[in-house]
């Protein structure tokens, strides 16, 4: 799958995730959450930053682990990513879908 | 004398030791290997033993049993690692090491989630990652006259990923078997975005829960047990009430870790993917489920590790780059129920395929469907477990890194 942004191809996953983090940057970011019907504001991005550096650093996501963010708490991250926050989060950050193994 | 020690003697730490011993001088080097525990469980097993296909003695062993002559056993704690100055402390002694391998594993966290291990706790709420959970649901089970039964798990990572999915289909298969399936409500509740998250997993085997009649709840982060009420709550504020609870709470490495300052938020050691050697000490390397490698947490991933480890650790000996070489590679089991099973083959880049396994065309295994030959794969991995693995003998015809013949690739 592929999406364009302000000219460019961004390559996708099948599951609509991008295939490649380096691709990402915040026309993209704007482009993806209007599909899943999110308007970006500065508390969004900061929520974006720290996913991003949570992936990069290996480390694992979940809804639990925002606890320990600094940037928000459980229920703002809800308020900001309705229906699915992990899922909607990472999508318009740009890193993959969280999985299991099968 | 210089000392290669190994903390854990889990899975992957007897790996280690038996693959070390063979392959280092005994003039050059002493092996120490430490674990707090007398007994090594087929942890596996853990999944058969609520519904009585295993008996007790059937998943516990000695540990010493599996530890190769010429390598010292300590039973003893281990507090901490202090990386900076090569050594290790036991409760009452300290070690020093020239090369130490990290296999302490994971565990579970209920601790994480508010009201799990309340009053409730292995009365109606049970993990099956514990011998003592594990034994205390089947107990349970044998009195069990129906009702509602959740399923679920907290977060990823968890050790064998599929574990409980495969919980839920056994369970309805030994409903069945007592002739009672029309009085328990079977639901599956997954922090994930269903209970199948590959694309071709999800074509292949979604009919499953459709053809045993198992409720699926998608996206539930969870946030307290309910014992009151006997119902779990997520952080919308959804609730899904139970009879009985399976769940299978946060999965964290060992406290050791976050006592050495060496750990992520779950106390899991940053490791290189490819070479196993640790991001904090070149002489410390990691294996197992301790590590924060993003490959599934088995023992399969364990063994095949373990080949690459053993070389790399040769060659860091030999002062020669290390093998950049473990590619992610799992292979496992799943059970599907009523005598059948499947099986899975991957890696860190790879998602399951369908195909055979592990010649191409003539199998004789199939991938990513069910027949009764994978169901008897998963029950002889326990003899090939307690006999091979353990000893770090080699499984015919399955190499370390994952092999690409005989799968559907597009
Ligand atoms: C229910 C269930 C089903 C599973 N099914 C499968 C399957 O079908 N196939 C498969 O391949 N894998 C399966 N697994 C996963 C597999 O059991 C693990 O991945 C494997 O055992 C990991 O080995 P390890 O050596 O890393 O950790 P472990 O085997 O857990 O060993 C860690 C050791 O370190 C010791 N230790 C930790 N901290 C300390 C301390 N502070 N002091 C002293 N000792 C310490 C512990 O006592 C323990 O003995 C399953 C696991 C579970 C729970």
């Known amino acids: 799958m592929e999406l364009n942004v302000a000219g460019k191809t961004i390559n996708l996953t099948d599951d609509g995730y991008l295939a490649d983090l380096s691709q990402w940057d915040k026309d993209v970011a704007l482009a993806i959450a209007k599909e899943e019907e999110v308007a970006l504001t500065d508390a969004h991005f900061k929520v974006i930053e720290w996913v991003q550096n949570q992936f990069k650093k290996g480390e694992a996501l979940s809804v639990r682990g925002i606890k320990g963010s600094g940037v928000i708490d459980i229920k703002e991250f809800y308020a900001l990513f309705p229906g699915g926050p992990l899922k909607k989060a990472t999508r318009i950050a740009g890193i993959p879908k969280p999985k299991s193994c099968i | ?410």
Not at chain 2, 9 to 19: I, L, R, W
Not at chain 2, 213 to 230: L, M, R
Not at chain 2, 394 to 401: D, E, G, K, L, Y
């Open chain 2, 1 to 410: 004398m210089k000392n290669l020690l190994i903390l854990g003697a889990g899975t992957a730490g007897t790996m280690m030791a038996n693959h070390l011993r063979h392959k280092m001088s005994k003039n050059d080097w002493n092996i120490t290997i430490v674990d707090q525990y007398k007994t090594h469980y087929y942890q596996p097993g853990f999944l058969f033993l609520p519904f009585d296909t295993y008996t007790e003695d059937q998943v516990r062993k000695d540990k010493k049993k599996f530890i190769p002559k010429g390598v010292n056993y300590i039973q003893k704690k281990i507090e901490k690692i202090i990386h900076t100055e090569n050594k290790v402390v036991l409760e009452d002694e300290t070690l020093n090491y020239d090369i130490l391998i990290v296999a302490t594993g994971a565990k579970i966290a209920p601790e994480q989630v508010d009201g799990m291990n309340g009053p409730n706790w292995h009365k109606n709420v049970f993990d099956f990652y514990t011998f003592e959970g594990s034994l205390a649901l089947r107990n349970y089970l044998r009195e069990f006259k129906g009702g509602k039964m959740v399923v679920h798990f907290t977060e990823m990572p968890i050790k064998c990923p599929v574990a409980p999915l495969e919980f839920v289909f056994l369970a309805d298969s030994y409903f069945r078997k007592k002739g009672m399936r029309d009085k328990v409500e079977l639901t599956y509740v997954t922090p994930l975005g269903g209970a199948f998250t590959k694309p071709k997993a999800t074509a292949a085997l979604s009919y499953l829960l459709k053809e045993k009649n198992i409720k699926v709840v998608t996206d539930f982060a969870i946030e307290s047990v309910d014992n009151d009420n006997n119902q779990i709550l997520d952080y919308e504020g959804r609730e899904v009430p139970y009879d009985v609870l399976v769940t299978v709470p946060t999965n964290m490495g060992d406290d050791l870790i976050k006592r050495s300052g060496m750990g992520d938020d779950l106390n899991f050691v940053p490791t290189n993917h490819f070479t196993l050697q640790s991001e904090v000490a070149k002489n410390i390397f990691v294996i197992g489920d301790a590590s924060n490698v993003p490959a599934s947490k088995a023992g399969s991933v364990a063994h095949f590790q373990a080949e690459t480890l053993t070389d790399n650790i040769l060659l860091y000996i030999d002062g020669k780059p290390l093998k950049e070489e473990f590619d992610g590679h799992a292979n496992c089991f799943i059970e599907t129920g009523n005598g059948k099973g499947l099986l899975i083959d991957f890696n860190y880049k790879q998602e399951p395929v369908e195909g055979k396994f592990p010649f191409p065309v003539v199998g004789p295994m199939s991938l990513l469907k069910e027949t009764r030959l994978n169901h008897f794969g998963k029950m002889a991995f326990k003899w090939i477990y307690w006999n091979m693995l353990l000893k770090g003998i080699a499984i015919p015809f399955v190499s370390r890194n994952m092999s690409k013949l005989g799968k559907k690739l597009n």
